[in-house]
């Protein structure tokens, strides 16, 4: 597996002994915004390592957290190997799940995609959320929408088609004066879309991207399912989706305002 030099992940030391051996390719696993790299070798696992900018808004260690809070939870998810930072770039190397994301798993219909996700999810909003150390409710995630909004990271090219042309600073003003009134708190994975979740011909293998896992209303992951079901399958699976996950009839308002909400991150 060949690849060109500027696909190499950067080098800062603790993690280079690790590494040895192995093969770099670019992969596109889950929607993480940080670079990464898949990492083979013959005898050896695949891994994966992630690269990002060391910053305000950096999430790699936010990630490592939750990675091992989940396990310890009982949950499915890559293992954290080894992370570093040599001041200019967090790396984070992790495990490979089994399979392939729900989004493009075709060994499995899309059906069966479809309520893989909503099992996973049900499995996640189970856990006690007096456990979960990790708070990303409204009032923390509207604050955080607005400091990246004003350092001007906010992109609005890639808004929902219904928000295209629109400014960050006007979906602002409906994130603040949209806000529901109560939260149905549990454990969220915080980006519930069909690429964060893993799963091969035998099932169910794991949770990626859980940079933003942490108790919310439980419509901050319905909402993107819903739209990732929808954007990939058709609008027909996603009532499928709801059967599955308990959860017959939906309120639009909410679909709508977490839907929002993620136009910021």
């Known amino acids: 597996m ?5 696909d190499q992940p950067p080098s800062a030391g603790a993690l280079d002994a690790r590494l040895a ?6 992969d596109a696993l889950g929607r993480s915004a940080a670079s990464v790299f898949r990492l083979e070798a013959l005898g050896l696992p695949t891994l994966y390592l992630k690269v990002e900018n060391v910053g305000h808004f950096a999430e790699i260690a936010d990630e490592a957290a939750r990675l ?16 570093d930072s040599d001041g200019v770039r ?16 075709s060994v499995l219909t899309p059906p069966a995609r479809a309520e893989l996700l909503a099992a996973a999810l049900l499995d996640l909003h189970c856990l006690p959320i007096a456990s979960c150390p990790f708070d990303h409710r409204l009032e923390r995630r509207i604050a955080a929408a607005k400091a990246r909004m004003q350092a001007g990271i906010v992109d609005e090219t890639d808004f929902d088609e219904t928000r295209l042309g629109k400014s960050a600073e006007a979906l602002f003003a409906e994130l603040e004066s949209g806000r529901p009134g109560h939260e149905d708190l549990v454990v969220t994975h915080g980006d519930a879309c069909l690429p964060n ?4 011909e035998d099932g169910f293998s794991g949770y990626l991207d859980c940079s933003r896992l942490g108790v919310a209303d439980r419509y901050q992951d319905i909402a993107l399912a819903c739209r990732s079901i929808a954007y990939n399958f058709g609008e027909a699976l996603v009532q499928s989706f709801l059967d599955r996950y308990g959860m017959s009839a939906t309120d639009p308002a909410r679909l709508d305002y977490y839907q929002l909400l993620d136009e910021f991150f």
């Open 90 to 105: 967090n790396r984070l190397l992790i495990s490979a799940l089994p399979g392939s994301d729900l989004a493009s798993a």
């Open 21 to 26: 051996g192995y093969r770099f390719e670019r």
């Open 197 to 200: 979740f893993i799963a091969s």
């Open 2 to 6: 060949s690849i060109f030099r500027e």
């Open 68 to 83: 091992r809070w989940l396990k310890a939870s009982g949950l499915t998810c890559p293992d954290v190997i080894a992370e």
